[in-house]
């Protein structure tokens, strides 16, 4: 029986890469955890205060670096106007690096002069926040998953996902993995919604009720009326706007950079108990405000056709070209042409075009 290389692990074990600290990494062989015991988001971070606006985000990537070998990414906030343009910044590291280490290294360095606020970072205590429960109600849940389905529309197309990529980004590695297995050419989120939701409006308007998409009187002393799968539709719509899209869609916010944060993810708004007896004035109520406050996600205005912005005066760039070089180049006879700006001489007008 041949025996087996030496480069091959026994079963069971992985090969994995653990940080030491002073910039030093050592290969080792472990026994595999399962994932509810891995801590995958565990990081370190530290908090820089008051950062000149004449200090780059490439001088401060490379500061931070060679304070510590653990350096994994860094998040600048955005320029404060009342402060002098100053920002903050937010460093993270190996979740088992020598903070206090880094932070007198880093505490006597100066960048262009000013002289680094280093601190601790700590984490928001609460990253969970509570809507209310009102959100729960059978015909709050069917008007989100409309909401939600448009905003992903919106979202997918904008960012080109699904079958929305044009010719020009598809490089020729995407052409021979297509060629292999052809991408989906819709969300597999939003296939069969239609269906599920025309068949839950139809309920609606066998029981009795006149507008499927206005609240339900409740019954049983106006509780909330549950409907445990049309819930679970909707949580699994929220959930991929929160990861791919970075978009909390009970909070209507949209955390663009949070992918640079040391938890790579920010809060996320849930539903909670409802604070008030679901009468159907107050669910209308409800749907009325969050609706108006989820516009702010929506593309403001709707783009005109070509038509009407050209009544609108639009204005070609050729045209505008030709209309400044005819302005702008005369005539001086025997052929030749003068640019009206340098009054430089030119034997042709192709030539003065051309040096316009």
């Known amino acids: 029986m041949s025996e087996a290389p030496d480069d091959l692990e026994p079963a069971g074990l992985v090969q994995s890469t653990a940080y030491v600290g002073s910039g030093v990494f050592v290969s080792q062989t472990q026994n595999p955890k399962p994932l509810e015991e891995m801590n995958l988001h565990k990081v370190s971070a530290l908090f820089l205060h008051n950062i000149p606006p004449s200090v780059t985000r490439q001088e401060l990537e490379e500061m931070c670096s060679q304070a510590h070998g653990g350096f994994l990414r860094l998040h600048p906030t955005e320029p404060d106007p009342n402060n002098k343009y100053y920002r903050d910044c937010v460093v993270s590291y190996w979740y088992n690096a020598n903070l206090k280490k880094i932070m007198w290294k880093l505490r006597g360095t100066r960048l262009r002069g000013a002289l680094l606020m280093v601190m601790d970072h700590r984490e928001h205590v609460r990253r969970i926040e509570n809507v209310d429960g009102l959100a729960a109600d059978k015909s709050v849940v069917l008007r989100d998953i409309q909401l939600c389905k448009s905003l992903i529309e919106y979202l997918d197309k904008k960012e080109q996902l699904w079958g929305h990529a044009g010719p020009e980004e598809v490089g020729e590695a995407d052409v021979e993995i297509s060629r292999d297995k052809e991408p989906p050419k819709m969300n597999p989120l939003l296939i ?80 909670g108990e409802p604070s008030k007896i679901a009468n159907p004035k107050r669910l209308a109520k409800y749907i009325k405000l969050f609706e108006e406050r989820l516009k702010s996600l929506f593309p403001h205005q709707a783009r005109l056709a070509g038509e009407h912005v050209e009544l609108l005066g639009k204005r070609s760039a050729d045209s505008e070209v030709e209309k400044f070089i005819r302005t702008n180049v005369i005539s001086v006879g025997d052929g030749m042409s003068k640019c009206c700006l340098c009054y430089k001489r030119f034997t042709t007008f192709e030539f003065a075009s051309l040096h316009m």
């Open 192 to 271: 069969n919604l239609d269906e599920c939701l025309a068949y839950h409006l139809h309920q609606l308007i066998e029981g009795g009720q006149e507008d499927p998409t206005a609240p339900k009187k409740a019954e049983s002393g106006n509780k909330v009326d549950r409907d445990d799968n049309l819930t679970r539709v909707l949580d699994r719509l929220i959930l991929y706007l929160r990861i791919v899209h970075s978009v909390d869609y009970y909070g209507c916010k949209v955390y663009l950079t949070e992918d640079e944060q040391p938890r790579r993810i920010g809060p996320v708004s849930v539903r």
